[in-house]
């Protein structure tokens, strides 16, 4: 399976086609409801627009299927909402919305030029965009006495900064205080022996579960 994409933050770029403006915005989502907010929101800035074409793909959760939907509005069949998505399947995106706003020139283009114009525009706020990479996390779990939280705070975000790892905030019961750290799974074993080694084996590493994490490309 390739790996997904997510924006870093949103986009907003531009094209011009035989004097049409093609705005496009892209967002990062996270369901329907939050997309439909932002293509009320481009209707809003841009009232004057022709048309204000979309793309959405969200991905799969525990709970929910993927979603992958698209609208022409008003656009011959076919030639601008199937475009853009497909174009931010092929790069591998995942809770993406694209809205083309376009501003007609007054120069038609033809169906095969507006599935090109379409097309384009999301291209462009692709490669302009900074993309994150969806990757699956361990989450490795260790339990310490409350009077060594301090050491093992401290060894653990030194090795999670070192590894690349991100510990999360400590959490404290009347006995012990639990400390997750969500790692790439073929380090596991790397951060169970540094474990080892400082705390002269009195405490484990534990396999907590797996975690989505979105992290910056390499």
């Not at 400082?198 to 907590?208: D, F, K, L, N, Q």
């Amino acid at each position: 399976m390739s790996d997904l994409f997510v924006l870093a933050a949103d986009v907003e770029t531009e094209l011009v086609e035989r004097r049409s403006r093609f705005l496009t915005r892209s967002h990062r989502v996270t369901s329907v409801e939050q997309a439909e907010e932002r293509i009320r929101a481009a209707r809003t800035d841009h009232p004057d627009a022709r048309h204000h074409c979309t793309a959405l793909v969200i991905g799969a959760t525990g709970t929910a299927a993927p979603v992958h939907r698209s609208s022409d509005d008003g656009e011959p069949s076919g030639t601008a909402g199937m475009p853009m998505l497909q174009a931010l399947l092929h790069a591998d995106l995942t809770d993406t919305l694209a809205v083309v706003i376009r501003y007609f020139g007054g120069v038609k283009l033809g169906a095969g030029g507006l599935l090109r114009a379409y097309t384009a525009g999301v291209e462009q706020a692709v490669a302009a965009a900074t993309l994150l990479r969806r990757t699956e996390l361990v989450v490795a779990r260790l339990e310490v006495p409350l009077a060594e939280v301090g050491i093992a705070e401290n060894a653990v975000r030194v090795w999670a900064g070192a590894h690349g790892a991100q510990a999360e905030p400590t959490e404290y019961t009347s006995r012990v205080a639990r400390l997750d750290v969500l790692l790439d799974p073929p380090l596991l074993d790397d951060f169970a022996a540094d474990v080892a080694r400082w705390s002269s084996g009195r405490v484990r590493v534990t396999e907590a579960g797996h975690r989505d994490a979105d992290v910056p490309m390499a």
